[in-house]
C-alpha cells in the first residue's frame, strides 16, 4: 500500500508540473513560431551614419515613418547615392507605403555598437502589452572581447508583422542574449 502511495503522490507532482509549464506557455505568445511572422519579414542590415543610440519604434501608416524620418534626418529615399544606406536597405524601404500600412505594421530597431560586437535577430515575443525584439550578441557567443569606440557598427532591423498580432502591445523593448 506504501508502494501505491508514492506512486500516486509522483503521478500527481508530474502531473501539476506539466499543468504549471502549459499555463506559462500559454501567456506567452512567440511572433517568431506563429504565421504572424517568419524570416523573410526580418530585414537586417547595416548602416554607416544617421542614428545615434539605440532605439525601437513601431509605425502603423506611412505618416508616422516619415514623420520618423524627418525628425531623425533619415533620408533613406534620397536619389543621390548615398553611402549612409545599402541599396538593399533603400529598395525594401520603398516597400513602406499606403498599401503596406493596410494591414501590417512596422517596427524599426536600431542598435548602435562597437565595432567587434556581431548582433543577429532572434525572435520576438509578446507578454501583455509588451512586444520583446530578442537579438543575440553573437560576439559574446564567440568570445571575441575588445572593442574599438573610434568605429561603431549601426545595426538596422525591419520587422514587419500583421497588425492584428500586436494589436494590443502598448510597449516595444530589446533584449541582447549572449546565449541560444
Partial sequence: ???????????????LLAALTACADKSLY????????????V?????????????AERFDTVEQLNEFCNE?????NNNEEDYKFSSAFRKKFENYNNKYFNDKSLIVVFRYKPCLE?????????ENDTLTV?????SKISGAEGDSAAVITIYVY?????KSAIENVEQI??????KL
Avoid at 530585414?43 to 532605439?55: R, T
Avoid at 525591419?158 to 500583421?162: A, D, Q, S
Fill in 1 to 15: 500500500m506504501k508502494k501505491f502511495s508514492k506512486i500516486i503522490c509522483i503521478i500527481c507532482v508530474v502531473v
Fill in 30 to 41: 512567440k511572433v517568431a513560431c506563429s504565421e504572424s511572422l517568419n524570416r523573410d519579414d
Fill in 43 to 55: 530585414f537586417s542590415d547595416i548602416v554607416h551614419s544617421g542614428i545615434e543610440g539605440d532605439l
Fill in 72 to 76: 531623425k534626418n533619415i533620408q533613406v
Fill in 118 to 126: 556581431k548582433l543577429t535577430f532572434k525572435d520576438l515575443q509578446i
Fill in 134 to 138: 530578442n537579438i543575440l550578441n553573437e
Fill in 158 to 162: 525591419l520587422i514587419e508583422v500583421k
Fill in 173 to 178: 523593448q530589446v533584449v541582447e542574449m549572449d
